[in-house]
């Protein structure tokens, strides 16, 4: 199997690298590239993210073909793709961090700043947080309920369609912390960096 | 809800840990590749590297210690300690630390911190502020591994950075790091109350009532410390279930 990291210069992704490479030791092959055909080929896709919305979105238009690539991959194709934190919030319409951006517009809604309701919440939301899972979902699998993940941002996805949402989380109000429609999936915490659970959650990523 | 943190920090010299008493006097304690994966499992939250010469010395030591741990140890890993450059924090990043820490840098010039977040995000720019009390409710910053003087006010300091995009404070008070006797919490208070991004508390901690103190009574989002986790006093274990046990939410 093939699982493929998408680096299209977003930031730092050597954890999500040295992650899936702990994960996937021996028995799957992971490459990280932006290269199309590569991406085509591959069985999974990871789409890290970190930085802001704009930046993000802004630097996968810059790889020709890329977004299209993925599209087809992951909506046309539906298969399995995982956004992690700004790759998550990139399946949005569109964001508001620095200016109003269109995201990928793959699940209909929108990333906005969080509530810190007067400075009550400090932002960004960083640490450690439970999870509530909201509906089964395959990369759920053998993680219990109010589990810890590890979060770090200020800005949230709100889906349109509530069914898509399979985790929230509560810092402020329930921000959406995970989603999954068909095969595409998508978490706002970082598994690459929550220890033993979010190393399982790879790992029933890479199982499906 | 969000838990508090619990931060072991290592300083580490020519690629071996050590932990000052106030600065000075080192003692030497171990492979931090090794006492970062003993962490790990142990359940610490995030773990610190402090490159504590970096400004004077190689750096490549700690690029590559950073290496080694980042494919061991799944939880962030902050490193901090002679942080010049934007290809400094390429580098580390590169390695994979998950946050850098600025600190004479960020004094020498703000913009720097601003350079950095914008380009790298705030969710890896941590300023690291060292303090100093001059009177009552007020705090002079220090570099340079606390040898040097700025006639900078901490608490106007912290509302620069935060300005200017960091995306937490990790406080050290330099009259506390050392002697463990507790956290300066007026100090972590006068800082926790004038911002809105985590603050991390830094310097002192003798006691798990220490960790407690910085939490509750100083605002702090996490806790760092070295010495009483490093020389076996204590375990992160026996450190959260102490806070939990005084109704502190934490990671168990």
Same mark, same amino acid.
């Given at each position: 199997?093939?699982?493929?990291?998408?680096?299209?210069?977003?930031?730092?992704?050597?954890?999500?690298?040295?992650?899936?490479?702990?994960?996937?030791? *021996? =028995?799957?092959?992971?490459?990280?590239?932006? /290269?199309?055909?590569? +991406?085509?080929?591959?069985?999974?896709?990871?789409?890290?993210?970190?930085?802001?919305?704009?930046?993000?979105?802004?630097?996968?238009?810059? +790889?020709? *073909?890329?977004?299209?690539?993925?599209?087809?991959?992951? +909506?046309?194709?539906?298969?399995?793709?995982?956004?992690?934190?700004?790759?998550?919030?990139?399946?949005? /319409? %569109? *964001?508001?961090?620095?200016?109003?951006?269109? #995201?990928?517009?793959? %699940?209909? *809604?929108?990333?906005?700043? +969080?509530?810190?309701?007067?400075? =009550?919440?400090?932002?960004?939301? %960083? #640490?450690?947080?439970?999870?509530?899972?909201?509906?089964?979902?395959?990369?759920?699998?053998?993680? =219990?309920?109010?589990?810890?993940?590890?979060?770090?941002?200020?800005?949230?996805?709100?889906?349109?369609?509530?069914?898509?949402?399979?985790?929230?989380?509560?810092?402020?109000? =329930?921000?959406?912390?995970?989603?999954?429609?068909?095969?595409?999936?998508?978490?706002?915490?970082?598994?690459?960096?929550?220890?033993?659970?979010?190393?399982?959650?790879?790992?029933?990523? %890479?199982?499906? | 809800?969000?838990?508090?943190?619990?931060?072991?920090?290592?300083? &580490?010299?020519?690629?071996?840990? $050590?932990?000052?008493?106030?600065?000075?006097?080192?003692?030497?304690?171990?492979?931090?590749?090794?006492?970062?994966?003993?962490?790990?499992?142990?359940?610490?939250?995030?773990?610190?590297?402090?490159?504590?010469?970096?400004?004077?010395?190689?750096?490549?030591?700690?690029?590559?210690?950073?290496?080694?741990?980042?494919?061991?140890?799944?939880?962030?890993?902050?490193?901090?300690?002679?942080?010049?450059?934007?290809?400094?924090?390429?580098?580390?990043?590169?390695?994979?630390?998950?946050?850098?820490?600025?600190?004479?840098?960020?004094?020498?010039? $703000?913009?720097?911190?601003? !350079?950095?977040?914008?380009?790298?995000?705030?969710?890896?720019?941590? $300023?690291?502020?060292?303090?100093?009390? &001059?009177? !009552?409710?007020?705090?002079?910053?220090?570099?340079?591994? @606390?040898?040097?003087?700025?006639?900078?006010?901490?608490?106007?300091?912290?509302?620069?950075? !935060?300005?200017?995009?960091?995306?937490?404070?990790?406080?050290?008070?330099?009259?506390?790091?050392?002697?463990?006797?507790?956290?300066?919490?007026?100090?972590?208070?006068?800082?926790?109350?004038?911002?809105?991004?985590?603050?991390?508390?830094?310097?002192?901690? @003798?006691?798990?009532?220490?960790?407690?103190? @910085?939490?509750?009574?100083?605002?702090?989002?996490?806790?760092?410390?070295?010495?009483?986790?490093?020389?076996?006093?204590?375990?992160?274990?026996?450190?959260?279930?102490?806070?939990?046990?005084?109704?502190?939410?934490?990671?168990?």
């Amino acid at each position: 199997m093939n699982v493929t990291i998408v680096d299209y210069q977003s930031g730092n992704i050597s954890s999500v690298i040295n992650s899936f490479t702990e994960v996937a030791k *021996g =028995k799957v092959n992971l490459e990280v590239t932006s /290269d199309i055909k590569k +991406i085509k080929s591959s069985d999974k896709i990871v789409l890290p993210g970190q930085g802001s919305f704009k930046s993000c979105v802004d630097s996968l238009n810059n +790889i020709n *073909g890329l977004v299209d690539t993925l599209k087809e991959f992951a +909506i046309t194709n539906k298969k399995p793709l995982l956004g992690i934190c700004v790759g998550l919030q990139m399946f949005a /319409d %569109i *964001g508001y961090e620095e200016v109003e951006t269109k #995201g990928l517009g793959w %699940i209909s *809604g929108k990333v906005s700043r +969080i509530d810190n309701q007067n400075r =009550k919440f400090k932002l960004p939301h %960083i #640490g450690w947080n439970e999870i509530e899972i909201q509906k089964k979902s395959k990369i759920f699998k053998d993680i =219990k309920n109010k589990s810890h993940m590890y979060f770090v941002h200020s800005y949230e996805f709100m889906p349109t369609d509530k069914s898509v949402i399979s985790a929230t989380t509560d810092y402020s109000t =329930k921000i959406v912390c995970a989603v999954e429609r068909d095969n595409l999936f998508g978490t706002q915490f970082h598994p690459e960096k929550s220890d033993k659970t979010g190393l399982q959650i790879i790992q029933n990523f %890479i199982n499906l | 809800m969000l838990k508090n943190r619990i931060i072991p920090c290592l300083d &580490v010299k020519n690629g071996r840990v $050590v932990k000052g008493i106030n600065f000075i006097k080192l003692k030497d304690a171990g492979d931090p590749v090794e006492q970062a994966k003993i962490y790990s499992d142990g359940g610490a939250d995030e773990i610190c590297f402090l490159d504590i010469t970096a400004s004077n010395e190689n750096r490549d030591t700690i690029i590559d210690i950073v290496r080694k741990t980042a494919k061991e140890c799944f939880v962030p890993l902050t490193v901090g300690g002679g942080v010049r450059t934007i290809q400094n924090i390429t580098d580390l990043l590169l390695a994979g630390a998950d946050k850098v820490s600025i600190n004479t840098s960020a004094v020498k010039n $703000v913009n720097f911190v601003k !350079e950095a977040s914008k380009k790298f995000g705030s969710q890896c720019i941590v $300023v690291a502020i060292d303090a100093k009390k &001059v009177s !009552e409710q007020t705090w002079e910053v220090f570099t340079h591994g @606390g040898r040097n003087k700025t006639g900078i006010d901490a608490v106007e300091f912290a509302k620069q950075v !935060e300005a200017n995009g960091a995306g937490e404070i990790l406080l050290t008070s330099m009259d506390k790091d050392g002697t463990k006797s507790g956290y300066d919490v007026d100090l972590l208070k006068a800082i926790t109350e004038c911002t809105n991004i985590p603050v991390i508390a830094s310097g002192g901690v @003798g006691t798990l009532d220490h960790l407690y103190d @910085g939490i509750v009574k100083g605002g702090a989002s996490a806790v760092l410390a070295a010495s009483i986790f490093h020389y076996g006093e204590y375990k992160i274990k026996d450190a959260k279930e102490y806070l939990n046990s005084k109704n502190v939410s934490v990671r168990l």
